[in-house]
């Protein structure tokens, strides 16, 4: 069996590499009427040693803790996180932080021999601003060694390099992706290597993996997918974009099949109407695209200052109206002299649910807490209504609202401020699809909040 979600106490993974000045964090949500207990264990990258803490959660609490308070000054900088969680998902979010930065993921409770990350960006060399470069993270929890074929595809699906690692038992690997493909990469014109292109991962165990982008001002990760959640749909959203003014937005995607596939791509506002031009993209095997949103369709910008800014989401579907799979992501980005001042990545939606789940929320003076709700449904006559609960860390409703949006509709906000740790709970009479993000209101920090889908 390639893939296996732990029965009963779910372990859900997450990758741990701090640099020095660094922060680890954890925020748990225990969906349970009653309490629970939260184990933390962390894993040195050998797999030799490892540490391990207890957190209780009151029902329908959340904790938000520092990886070092719960397990002492001694965690290890490298290796790896797991938390066994009472809960049949994996309500955990995790960040590393600076005074300087955020990134933060979800963590993973599906193991898989193989895995895509989507996104890989290398820019290196003698350059300030627009140095850019990869790292993959990959945990192996398994009793056994894995050897892990890390496969290096350009956007046209042509690999360009393969290197072969091993992975301890119970360990975790950490590279960069430009000395690993270093003989592979073209060089640019500054002494360094360029890239763009993604990962495919296959290993003779079950593993888990991310991608980090790094940049001197911005970092971003995101969460390998393994190929089977990759699901078949006839309609894939990404629920938010925004660029214009101080904000850009790409658009990422990956052909993962073997088979060529005819897609339609739409950008829309919050009413649903479309944005630019309506976009036909065939993608061969393998074959990946990646463009900024506005370019992508041809979005025609009013020439005032500051520019406008611009929102909405993107429906993908195939164009005989048939079965699809694909993977990818939008990159959100604030920018500041024509560089990367914050970035974060978030996962293309290939499935709509009534119940979703941001494990993180806070407001204050600082720092803001946003989220974006797009609802798929075409049929005239239905409204979606949309109920958003902001849920405290012990439990409490603050605050509750209920929007109806029309077929094709989308909306984002921001979180009320006076919360200071706690999750939003997100439900829908009718299946919707959901961003989350958290950053600094100075806009020198962005980042996801994972919307977790929950039955």
């Not at 309490?35 to 209780?56: E, L, M, N």
């Not at 094709?408 to 989350?436: D, E, Q």
Request: proline letters at 6%.
């Amino acid at each position: 069996m390639n893939t296996f979600l732990f029965a009963f106490a779910l372990q859900c993974f997450l990758p741990l590499n701090i640099s020095p000045g660094d922060f680890f964090g954890l925020s748990l949500v225990n969906r349970d009427l009653q309490s629970r207990d939260f184990t933390i264990t962390a894993t040195s990258a050998d797999g030799t040693t490892a540490q391990s803490g207890r957190v209780s959660l009151p029902g329908g609490g959340q904790r938000a803790v520092l990886l070092n308070e719960v397990l002492g000054t001694a965690t290890p900088a490298n290796g790896w996180v797991n938390v066994e969680s009472p809960s049949s998902d994996c309500p955990v979010y995790s960040a590393i932080g600076s005074p300087d930065s955020l990134a933060g993921t979800d963590a993973s409770g599906v193991l898989s021999m193989n895995v895509v990350l989507p996104q890989v960006e290398i820019n290196t060399g003698f350059q300030e601003l627009n140095h850019t470069d990869t790292f993959i993270a990959i945990v192996n929890p398994g009793s056994s060694s894995a050897t892990v074929q890390v496969r290096l595809h350009a956007l046209d699906g042509v690999v360009r390099g393969t290197a072969p690692i091993s992975v301890p038992a119970r360990g975790s690997f950490t590279g960069r992706v430009s000395e690993m493909f270093a003989s592979a990469l073209p060089s640019n014109s500054v002494g360094g290597k360029t890239f763009q292109g993604y990962i495919r991962l296959n290993a003779d165990q079950n593993i888990a993996a991310w991608h980090r982008i790094e940049m001197p001002l911005a970092r971003a990760i995101l969460r390998g997918r393994a190929v089977e959640e990759i699901k078949s749909t006839s309609l894939a959203i990404i629920p938010h974009f925004v660029f214009g003014g101080t904000y850009g937005s790409f658009i990422n995607l990956v052909n993962p099949t073997s088979a060529t596939v005819d897609l339609d791509l739409s950008a829309h506002d919050d009413r649903g109407n479309v944005i630019g031009e309506i976009i036909q993209v065939r993608l061969a095997p393998g074959e990946s695209r990646r463009s900024s949103v506005g370019e992508f369709f041809r979005v025609v910008i009013i020439q005032i200052f500051p520019p406008p800014v611009i929102t909405g989401y993107i429906r993908i579907r195939e164009r005989q109206g048939g079965a699809f799979q694909i993977v990818g992501d939008v990159e959100i980005v604030g920018l500041w002299q024509g560089a990367f001042q914050s970035a974060m990545l978030y996962p293309l939606s290939d499935t709509a649910s009534r119940n979703w789940l941001l494990p993180f929320v806070t407001g204050s003076s600082e720092y803001f807490t946003g989220y974006a709700v797009a609802n798929p449904n075409e049929l005239l006559t239905v409204q979606t209504d949309v109920t958003v609960e902001v849920v405290d860390s012990g439990g409490t409703v603050r605050s509750s609202t209920t929007t109806s949006l029309s077929p094709r509709h989308h909306f984002a906000t921001l979180v009320p401020s006076g919360v200071v740790s706690g999750y939003l709970r997100i439900t829908a009479n009718m299946p919707i699809h959901v961003l989350g993000s958290i950053g600094t209101r100075d806009e020198r920090s962005l980042e996801q909040l994972p919307a977790i889908p929950y039955q």
